[in-house]
T-cell receptor
Framework: AQTVTQSQPEMSVQEAETVTLSCTYD???????LFWYKQPPSRQMILVIR??????QNATENRFSVNFQKAAKSFSLKISDSQLGDAAMYFC???????????????FGKGTKLSVKP | AAGVIQSPRHLIKEKRETATLKCYPI?????VYWYQQGPGQDPQFLIS???????DKGSIPDRFSAQQFSDYHSELNMSSLELGDSALYFC???????????FGQGTRLTVV
């Protein structure tokens, strides 16, 4: 079974600095999707960034970028120029590609709580 | 842009009662997922539907059932509620030609 591990329960960063959140996963599949979701105090789950495993190029969305190392099964999130609004719980998630009738549900890590200091 | 709508946002029930949670997916999204997030926990997959048919089943208790209707909205029915059912219940929807799922704001269920 696929698993997702986030080894940093909590992280802290100074405003305007850069922080990297770690995520590793385990799967026997060669094609899959990886995501980072943000959950602020409102508890809304917000998609931050996604990566298709078949793409070698690391995904980037404005201040957010990933370092995807497929062989190492590592998928870290880098937040540049951190802002107070970035403070939230960040979940790394894995999804299989659709096989047969399966729609590929998300498997989440335990999350990393990010604090941003002014 | 339209988002996933869940109702109610908050629900308080007593033990052994029944609760029904509703989810209205983003228009033209053909897949719906239900997740349960306990306090301080990561979301756990319960069940999913594709084109109104049950697709996958996760850690959904036998006391829970769900269905997707002809208008694509979905309902999660929870019976014989227990204190441990208190959680945030998310619905997410996805279009088959897209990789990402979009989440509703969740229903916070409190069982007392």
């Amino acid at each position: 079974a696929q698993t997702v591990t986030q080894s940093q329960p909590e992280m802290s960063v100074q405003e305007a600095e850069t922080v990297t959140l770690s995520c590793t996963y385990d799967t026997s599949e060669s094609d899959y999707y990886l995501f980072w979701y943000k959950q602020p105090p409102s508890r809304q789950m917000i998609l931050v960034i996604r990566q298709e495993a078949y793409k070698q190029q690391n995904a980037t969305e404005n201040r957010f970028s990933v370092n995807f190392q497929k062989a190492a099964k590592s998928f870290s999130l880098k937040i540049s120029d951190s802002q107070l609004g970035d403070a939230a719980m960040y979940f790394c998630a894995y999804r299989d590609m659709n096989y047969g009738g399966s729609q590929g549900n998300l498997i989440f890590g335990k999350g990393t709580k990010l604090s941003v200091k002014p | 842009a339209a988002g996933v709508i869940q109702s109610p946002r908050h629900l308080i029930k007593e033990k052994r009662e029944t609760a029904t949670l509703k989810c209205y997916p983003i228009p033209r999204h053909d897949t719906v997922y239900w997740y349960q997030q306990g306090p301080g926990q990561d979301p756990q997959f319960l069940i999913s539907f594709y084109e109104k048919m049950q697709s996958d089943k996760g850690s959904i208790p036998d006391r829970f059932s769900a269905q997707q209707f002809s208008d694509y909205h979905s309902e999660l029915n929870m019976s014989s509620l227990e204190l441990g059912d208190s959680a945030l219940y998310f619905c997410a929807s996805r279009s088959r030609d897209r990789n990402e799922a979009f989440f509703g704001q969740g229903t916070r269920l409190t069982v007392v």
